[in-house]
């Protein structure tokens, strides 16, 4: 098997659908997160930036609406179609999406001032050989800002589904560089400081980001349930059940969101992430 080649065939097939026939909606969801990912990425006029993973390109654009070039890097084609769509729509030019392997594409040595990556770094099948080219794409003094998740039982909206499914069964192992390529695989600010420092990294910051988000970006109660369970790790988590228990977890989980709706507005539970930064390392001349 080829290379992140399970990310690849989930990214350009199933786990696709649900992110761009409601791509808006997942913006206004993580909206808390982007803001807190671009206000730390400091750009300026003259930067040249990446973004990995970046999906249908919310958080390309807003560089690109701040930078001299912005590049969108995702191993999905569907995705980046919207992206694409988006940035014409937009009229922002200084932008491009590559459809490529960050793990293994050959960037250009020094390319890029600054990298960043809202919630797409957690799915490397070899995160040290993907963190080692990621900051070989960086010139020296580069920084790296990214978003990722802390972990399952820090996540509310999560927790609302793996809660009712854990009455029926036992959970899988969720978290940490050894459980291997998932959401929650950069979980543990040790396990992470350790992983850039050996990739070429300094200066490594974590600061924990702990927002309220509006499910789906808001809509009437049964159109943000709707939304949740059409969110991959909650179709995963379902996807275990036997039919019997599936309608009960089902009916469970529509009890307690029905709980958190707040007519007009939708139903808001909390979120908690990393906020992560680092510097490239810098070559010593005396070596």
């Known amino acids: 098997m080829n290379v992140n080649q399970q990310q690849a065939e989930a990214w350009n097939g199933g786990e696709s659908v649900h992110y761009v026939d409601h791509s808006d909606r997942y913006d206004r969801q993580l909206q808390p997160f982007v803001d807190a990912l671009i206000d730390a990425a400091r750009l300026e006029p003259h930067h040249a930036v990446l973004d990995v993973g970046c999906g249908c390109g919310v958080t390309t654009l807003s560089a690109a609406r701040r930078a001299r070039t912005a590049v969108g890097v995702d191993i999905s084609e569907p995705l980046l179609a ?11 030019t200084n932008v491009e999406f590559v459809v490529a392997d960050a793990q293994t594409y050959p960037f250009a040595e020094g390319e890029f001032d ?9 799915f490397f099948d070899d995160p040290m050989a993907a963190f080692k080219n990621l900051q070989r794409s960086l010139r020296p003094g580069g920084r790296l800002v990214f978003v990722s998740w802390q972990g399952l039982e820090t996540n509310e909206w999560v927790m609302v ?4 499914v854990a009455q029926h069964l036992e959970l899988p192992v969720l978290g940490g560089l050894t459980g291997g390529p998932g959401m929650f695989a950069l979980e543990q600010p040790e396990e992470v400081t350790g992983l850039l420092q050996t990739a070429g990294f300094t200066h490594v910051e974590i600061e ?8 789906g970006g ?9 939304f949740m369970l059409g969110m991959g790790i909650v179709r995963g988590l379902l996807g275990r059940l036997d039919p019997d228990a599936r309608d009960a977890v089902l009916e469970a989980i529509g009890a307690a969101l029905a709980e958190r709706y707040e007519s007009g507005v939708g139903i808001t539970l909390g979120a908690a992430g990393w906020l992560i930064s680092a510097v490239a390392e810098t070559p010593d001349p005396h070596s």
């Open 82 to 92: 919207v992206a694409g769509e988006r940035a014409q729509a937009a009229s922002i």
């Open 161 to 164: 589904v793996s809660d009712a």
């Open 218 to 226: 808001g809509g009437t109660l049964d159109e943000s349930i709707d």
């Open 208 to 215: 924990p980001l702990t927002p309220d988000i509006l499910v």
């Open 114 to 122: 600054v990298i960043i990556s809202q919630f797409g770094l957690m």
